[in-house]
């Protein structure tokens, strides 16, 4: 039979025909109209109550074939905003869509496990916008107006404290700068900085490279082993002004930088008069012990300690931190008053009253634990599935590294799109300009996906890894 029911002023058909019973059926019809896009992402789907009236079936036949696809991950449930289409799914197939390969293969993935992003369906809504409410009531006039190249009194106060307490920063309001994203800092400082070369880890992110040599800086790679950059380098290198740094857990290799070395990057900057750029990624997540506090508490002259919210809450609120050495202070201000994007000032208000009230460290311990139960569930699939996987890095972050087999780790890459499934190569993040690497493996951002897909995400991991080379 064929029904239909209207969903804000339009009607959508559902043909419940087919092999299988009713479930099946709505099952079957649910997930095509889902597939083909007739039902987009975030479209808010009728009651049980509502849909069973209409089709005329069941109450539970619905509950149950609603309950079944938030599980398979086509839909999302939340309470108080009903049951909705899933943010990550198949999207509409068109011909400019589709790249050569098998039918019915689109270019978008189904799952996605790159690095970069956390999971934001898990954004702290509900505390945000009770801070945001406490923030305007208090806020002085004054906030509203245009800003200063600073940033707001309020949110660099409290980050004074919060990073002196979380991170072992030695933090001063009059040397925060609040920016616009971690990328408007890293080429504030880049051009602060003048002429010369900055050293950037061999493995790294090709747009922050890319950033540094638009502000007129060349780049040089310094090596990076087990125990981090090679810092030892530092000292042999002509015409380096800074060294951009993720001590506390590199990207991608996500190893912390050996005491020896983060001792041998500060002496080479004291002796010299450069500068450690400490990019501290992912530096609020560690699981199997106590954080690897800030390099920036070793030599707060010669060390500029840059944070973002990106991880700990959502890219999208534009809001990052540099503590600068007293010196970059006025340069960096001065170019930043020129034009360079302020972050809203309604934003850092409200973060100011997130991290003032406690809801901030809150969110982060409740992060810490769904981080952790991903990362312990992708460790044991893999032991499971694919014991010949070596699985590093996974003391901190919102990753791991998996080891491959020489040779396989652009088919594997490969094959993981055929799955549906963004991956990412660790060749993808190595500096071309450094000598080559020999060594194959992926980054897995089990941190990205939101709950509701994570288990389907892996089993498309584990179907990509190829058992006859990997595992049983």
């Known amino acids: 039979m064929g029904n239909s029911w209207a969903t804000f002023g339009r009607d959508l058909h559902l043909d419940l025909t087919g092999p299988g019973g009713l479930r099946a059926a709505l099952l079957r019809a649910l997930r095509d109209a889902v597939r083909s896009g007739r039902l987009a992402p975030g479209t808010r789907l009728p009651s049980s109550r509502s849909l069973a009236a209409d089709l005329g079936i069941a109450r539970n036949t619905v509950a149950d074939a609603y309950a079944e696809l938030v599980a398979e991950g086509w839909l999302s449930a939340r309470q108080g905003s009903g049951t909705r289409v899933a943010a990550r799914v198949l999207p ?15 270019d978008r993935p189904r799952f996605d496990l790159t690095p970069g992003t956390p999971d934001v369906s898990a954004f702290p809504r509900t505390a945000w916008l009770a801070a945001a409410r406490r923030a305007l009531t208090a806020a002085p006039s004054e906030a509203f107006g245009y800003g200063t190249p600073r940033g707001r009194p309020e949110l ?4 004074a404290d919060y990073l002196a307490r979380a991170r072992g920063v030695r933090a001063d309001p009059d040397r925060i700068v609040i920016c616009a994203g ?15 070369r900055l050293a950037v880890e061999s493995y790294g992110l090709d747009f922050h490279r890319a950033v540094i040599t638009r502000a007129g800086l060349g780049t040089v790679p310094l090596t990076v082993d087990e125990r981090g950059a090679r810092t030892e380098e530092l000292a042999a290198l002509d015409g380096v002004r800074a060294a951009l740094l993720t001590p506390a857990h590199q990207f991608p290799t996500g190893v912390p930088l050996h005491p020896d070395r983060r001792a041998a990057a500060v002496n080479w900057a004291r002796s010299t008069g ?3 750029l400490e990019d501290d990624y992912d530096g609020e997540f560690r699981y199997d012990r106590q954080p690897v506090g800030a390099l920036q508490g070793l030599d707060a002259d010669h060390v500029v300690y840059l944070g973002t919210a990106s991880k700990s809450l959502a890219p999208a609120l534009r809001l990052s931190w540099m503590v600068l050495p007293d010196r970059l202070v006025d340069p960096v201000l001065a170019l930043k008053g020129t034009g360079e994007w302020q972050s809203g000032t309604l934003d850092q208000l409200t973060l100011a009253e997130f991290l003032s009230s406690g809801a901030y460290d809150r969110h982060l311990r409740g992060m810490r634990l769904r981080y952790r139960r991903r990362r312990d569930q992708l460790v044991a699939a893999l032991a499971d599935h694919a014991p010949q996987v070596h699985v590093s890095g996974i003391a901190a972050g919102l990753h791991a590294v998996l080891e491959l087999p020489p040779g396989t780790e652009q088919s594997i890459v490969q094959g993981a799109r055929w799955q549906g499934l963004a991956l990412e190569g660790l060749s993808r993040f190595h500096d071309p300009s450094a000598p080559p690497a020999s060594r194959d493996a992926l980054v897995v951002a089990y941190g990205t996906p939101p709950d509701h897909s994570f288990t389907h995400a892996l089993d498309a991991l584990l179907r990509a890894l190829p058992p006859g ?4």
Do not use: K, Y
């Open 92 to 106: 509409r197939a068109t011909p400019a869509a589709r790249r050569t390969g098998p039918a019915g293969h689109a």
């Open 156 to 159: 660099r106060t409290v980050l």
């Open 182 to 196: 971690f990328m408007q800092g890293l080429a504030l400082l880049s051009r602060a900085l003048g002429t010369g």
């Open 274 to 276: 450069g500068f450690i």
């Open 469 to 472: 080379e990997l595992g049983e």
